[in-house]
């Protein structure tokens, strides 16, 4: 039996997508192995955002290459973004390389195999092709899963690659959507994460009487036995009070908003292509907050965007300031190439931008210990994801808002259990805790 093995880069829909390459060689007998070294087949999926993770690429391409020469490795195959970006100039710059498969082609991916094992090197680019929704996903826990439920982006941020290496918006069908969710809340996974680079956007390229996207959250939550829904990306422009609404009444769905902002400023925002100014994402913030008072919001920012001035820059820590996230991903603008972004003027010297960015990110990490600290001694509701990986003596698990939890005796509670655990001490990623039984029953995974 041949071995596989997949690493990935990038964001969730990434991941998710490795779930499906992993489920359709599983489903074609080959066997998956977690040391890279043991594997007769190597793949990985890339991304290609920003620089960083594509130079990560090609240094492990260039790393496997002794194996591939030496043949202990039979196939190396380049899957996702960034082979859906260079296409057939990574065959042409690596021969140690066997195929690239892109975004929308995950199932061409046996072949691609068989075709490598028979000396043949090949591709599938077809972007807006099969983007292979019903393939037998290797969901990476055993209960919680992601659901794709819309591909693509067509927003357009000046700044991004994504529109042109995952193709246009489209949606799922609602009722594959929902097939899908049905069939793993009834397999025990109690907590789904719906996934879109703007999931907001969802049923729009549907037809007319088409459920949009508040509409699917309220079928997804009347499903039996699903306890947590969560989604990821919200666009702010199309982030509407109809949803925050939903979000409120819907009891699955969790009090978490992950809300891109990406700068403070009116013009950087204009120029981004973002459809929305600093005024109108703060009035955003605060209807989330009333509507959701325990809501925990995280966001998206990207410092040093070309021709930003220090001005302009001020304007994201003072948006950080009025806003005060629980937490943030922030990154120095990086050139991508083909993107409109990419042609514009970009004066402000590369050391200062890190300086910013060490700016706003030393100031975040205070803001995310103030928000944390109230919340000691409270009791939260932890989905147990298993042993802390800092502390193996310990458990580690999620909060409804998406705040890290550990705590003990790590026989205290077993993978996949919802339980309560009291806060002893606020962290900058979220809370050091103990289990509070007594207080609120916790459910075993065996009770379900
Ligand atoms: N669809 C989401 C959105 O609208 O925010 C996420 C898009 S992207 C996969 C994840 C993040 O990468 C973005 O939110 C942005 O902050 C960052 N990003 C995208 N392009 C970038 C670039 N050229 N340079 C630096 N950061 C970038
Ligand atoms: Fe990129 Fe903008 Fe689409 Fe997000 S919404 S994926 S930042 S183009
Ligand atoms: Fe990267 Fe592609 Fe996701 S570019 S962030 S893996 S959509």
Redesign the pocket.
């Known amino acids: 039996m041949r071995t596989f093995h997949i690493t990935t880069y990038g ?1 969730q829909m990434n991941v998710h997508d490795s779930e499906g390459i992993s489920g359709v060689l599983m489903a074609e007998g080959y066997q998956p192995v977690a040391d890279e070294a043991d594997a007769d087949v190597v793949l990985i999926n890339t991304c290609a ?2 620089a960083k993770p594509e130079r990560k690429v090609e240094a492990k391409i260039g790393a496997l290459s002794a194996r591939r020469r030496e043949a202990t490795l039979d196939v190396l195959g380049i899957c996702g973004c960034m082979a859906q970006e260079h296409g057939q100039a990574l065959l042409d710059r690596y021969p140690q390389l066997d195929f690239v498969c892109g975004t929308g082609n995950l199932s061409a991916v046996p072949r691609l195999i068989r075709s490598a094992l028979a000396g043949e090197r090949g591709s599938a680019l077809d972007m807006a092709g099969d983007v292979a929704v019903d393939l037998p996903r290797e969901h990476g826990s055993r209960h919680r899963a992601y659901v794709d439920i819309i591909y693509g ?1 067509t ?1 357009f ?1 000046s ?4 529109p042109y290496v995952r193709g246009p918006e489209r949606s799922r069908p609602v009722d594959e959507v929902l097939d899908e969710v049905r069939r793993l809340a009834e397999g025990g996974w109690i907590e789904v994460t719906l996934l879109g ?2 999931v907001n956007s969802y049923g729009r390229d549907l037809p007319e009487d088409a459920p949009r996207f508040s509409e699917l959250l309220r079928r997804v939550d009347a499903i039996d036995g699903l306890r947590r829904v969560r989604f990821t ?1 919200s ?1 702010p422009r199309d982030c509407d009070a109809e949803l925050l609404e939903t979000m409120a009444e819907l009891e699955s769905v969790c009090e978490h908003l992950h809300l ?1 902002v ?1 700068a403070g400023d009116d013009e950087i925002l204009a120029r981004m292509n973002r459809g929305y100014t600093h005024d109108q994402y703060l009035a955003l913030v605060e209807a989330a907050r009333e509507a959701m008072p325990g809501l925990s919001l995280t966001t ?3 410092v040093g965007f070309p021709g930003e001035t220090r001005r302009q820059f001020e304007e994201t820590l003072r948006l950080f300031e009025e806003v005060r996230y629980d937490s943030a ?1 922030s ?6 190439p083909g ?1 409109a ?1 990419a042609e514009m003027d970009d004066p402000v010297p590369h050391e200062e931008k890190v300086e910013w960015l060490k700016e706003l990110a030393t100031r975040q990490k205070d803001i995310s210990r103030e928000r944390n600290q109230p919340l000691v001694g409270e009791t939260v509701e932890v989905l147990v994801d298993g042993p802390s990986e800092g502390d193996p003596t310990k458990l580690s698990g999620r909060t409804r808002t998406n705040k890290l939890v550990i705590f003990g005796p790590r026989g205290a509670a077993e993978e996949g259990d919802l339980v309560h655990v009291r806060t002893t001490q606020a962290k900058l990623w979220g809370f050091e805790g103990e289990l509070a039984e007594g207080d609120l029953a916790g459910e075993r995974r065996s009770d379900r």
């Open positions: 964001c955002v920003r982006c927003n941020c700044y991004c690659i994504v680079q703007n990306t666009h891109p990406q998206d920012v990207i991903f990154f120095i603008y990086v050139p991508r993107t972004a």
